[in-house]
Antibody, heavy 121, light 109 residues
């Protein structure tokens, strides 16, 4: 059974960089059938796609966040990571990592449990 | 940018009733790259429907999806108590590549 687990600091100061890692277990991140993505959800609000990455390193970002986002992959560790720079209180959210399946018309079929990141001094 | 608008914002129904949730796109969604998710409080979203009408693994057949182009529908034929949750539609397409609707809250009447 595939599992995804987010990890990283739960509290980040304004103007600093948010860094999260998603560890994939029970399957290979290097499969050609999947992309891997980050999605966030501010408290009480809806879902926002941040960006996605292919195991080769190709990335796709939400234009609204593109200037501040970097997503990378480490196939040797079966992990992919998110960096979001210059954070403000508006970046406070639950951050999810998820698998994006090409065969399922690019929908997210497996999700991590999510991790709450609060931006506050 | 493709904007997905879900309606209604909140739907109040009783167990056993039929639920019809709508997702309208501002531009045509190509090749039915439209999915539906269910989210319960404190949980990650769960994939229900992909390709507009295909049920994901393990999803009961009371859930069905339909539509094409700009108008899509999620139908729950007979509501079970565990179906009361928030539902999101999601599309994959032109930049930004992935967008979600704002959600429909399905609550017990």
């Amino acid at each position: 059974q595939l599992q995804l687990q987010e990890s990283g600091p739960g509290l980040v100061k304004p103007s600093e960089t948010l860094s999260l890692t998603c560890t994939v277990s029970g399957g290979s991140i290097s499969s050609s059938s999947y992309y891997w993505g980050w999605i966030r959800q501010p408290p009480g609000k809806g879902l926002e796609w941040i960006g996605s990455i292919y195991y080769s390193g190709s990335t796709y970002y939400n234009p609204s966040l593109k200037s501040r986002v970097t997503i990378s992959v480490d196939t040797s560790k079966n992990q992919f990571s998110l960096k979001l720079s210059s954070v403000t209180a508006a970046d406070t959210a639950v951050y999810y990592c998820a698998r994006l399946v090409a065969a399922s018309f690019l929908s997210f079929d497996y999700w991590g449990q999510g991790t709450l990141v609060t931006v506050s001094s | 940018e493709i904007v997905l608008t879900q309606s209604p914002g909140t739907l109040s129904l009783s167990p056993g009733e039929r639920a019809t949730l709508s997702c309208r796109a501002s531009q045509s969604v190509s090749s039915s790259y439209l999915a539906w998710y269910q989210q319960k409080p404190g949980q990650a979203p769960r994939l229900l429907i992909y390709g507009a009408s295909s049920r994901a693994t393990g999803i009961p057949d009371r859930f069905s999806g339909s539509g094409s182009g700009t108008d899509f529908t999620l139908t729950i034929s007979r509501l079970e108590p565990e179906d009361f949750a928030v539902y999101y539609c999601q599309q994959y397409g032109s930049s930004p590549r992935i967008t979600f609707g704002q959600g429909t809250r399905l609550e017990i009447k």
